[in-house]
């Protein structure tokens, strides 16, 4: 199966199990909502504490955000712990929500393999979408069961392999900052920071990579972490070039959606200064939010389509070499 077709079967599987693009959808937005408490509170406390400006302190990013909030609570040891036990706590409920609807939904998109046929060689139509239409609220939930104790390990080893690569980082950003002390020197370690920053996106890109391949080994072996991380380190040998192929594109359609959105983003935000049409901006922005999330949804449960066919092809071409092998073993014994 070539890379066009691969990506089409993703598109086509995501699209029949809407279903699944909602609820990642709204389990993505509901993180997000629970990400927002602890962090509207500090700056409330914030406010309170050292009179600083609500609105100034929620501008930007999440991320832009907790900097600012965690920058302005230096001066309060006890607030800034709170906050960050708070937010800590709200972090790792959320991600385990996250980690408890992946296994519906890798489920849900395990099922259409043997029923679907070959859709992505047939004409778009309804019926030939029925068989990839898998989803049932009983074969998601038995997902979320079977698979949330091993997402939930991973998805744990995940979150430690994040700390370990942002702190690093910036210990080696703070460390560089202090032993620099020449405006020269300056200049050239703020270009070696911003290069260990793009290494530091790359490198959590390859990471986010490996854990959905090994996602899907789980599903599809019905293994534990160990042997899983070795059927992908077997998958990745073999079917390399199809795999960067699937990543590159959806990365660049992901890109393409982002620079999309911004445009859309900053065309609603030019209504704002029109006089009464303004006042159309926020639920303009509401259905641009919506539009966005679900897009992205669909973007990424595309790519998992593609790479749970490519995973489950392979691993039945694997099979069928350790029969024959077998076979061949029993009929010419040494």
Wanted: with cysteine.
């Amino acid at each position: 199966m070539d890379l066009k077709h691969l990506l089409k079967r993703g598109a086509l599987l995501a699209a029949a199990n809407w279903q699944t693009v909602a609820i990642q959808f709204i389990a993505q937005t509901t993180f997000q909502v629970l990400l927002a408490v602890p962090i509207i509170g500090a700056a409330i406390l914030v406010a309170v504490l050292l009179g600083a400006d609500i609105a100034d302190l929620l501008q930007g990013s999440l991320r832009e955000i907790f900097t600012t909030i965690a920058s302005a609570l230096l001066s309060e040891p006890v607030a800034l712990v709170a906050f960050m036990i708070a937010f800590s706590l709200v972090l790792l409920g959320g991600s385990v929500l996250m980690f408890l609807v992946k296994g519906g939904t890798v489920e849900v998109l395990l099922a259409p393999h043997m029923l679907a046929g070959a859709v992505e060689h047939q004409p778009i139509t309804l019926d030939s979408l029925r068989g990839a239409a898998q989803f049932t609220l009983r074969r998601f939930t038995e997902g979320c069961s079977r698979l949330f104790r091993p997402y939930l390990t991973l998805g744990l080893l995940l979150i430690l392999v994040y700390g370990l690569s942002v702190g690093g980082y910036l210990i080696f950003v703070v460390y560089g900052y202090g032993v620099v002390s020449s405006r020269v020197f300056i200049v050239g370690w703020t270009f070696v920071a911003a290069v260990a920053a793009a290494l530091l996106v790359a490198w959590i890109t390859l990471v986010n990579l490996l854990y959905l391949l090994v996602q899907v080994a789980m599903a599809v072996e019905r293994v534990g972490l160990t042997d899983a991380t070795r059927a992908v380190a077997r998958f990745v040998r073999a079917e390399f070039r199809e795999l960067a192929g699937i990543f590159l594109l959806v990365l660049a359609l992901v890109v393409a959606a982002m620079f999309a959105s911004a445009l859309a983003w900053s065309g609603v935000g030019l209504i704002a200064f029109v006089p009464l049409v303004g006042l159309a901006v926020f639920p303009l922005q509401l259905v641009a939010l919506l539009i966005r999330g679900l897009v992205f949804e669909y973007l990424g449960l595309t790519a998992l389509g593609a790479y749970v066919t490519l995973y489950v092809r392979h691993a039945s071409q694997r099979a069928k070499a350790v029969s024959s092998a077998v076979r061949s073993a029993v009929h010419h014994p040494v």
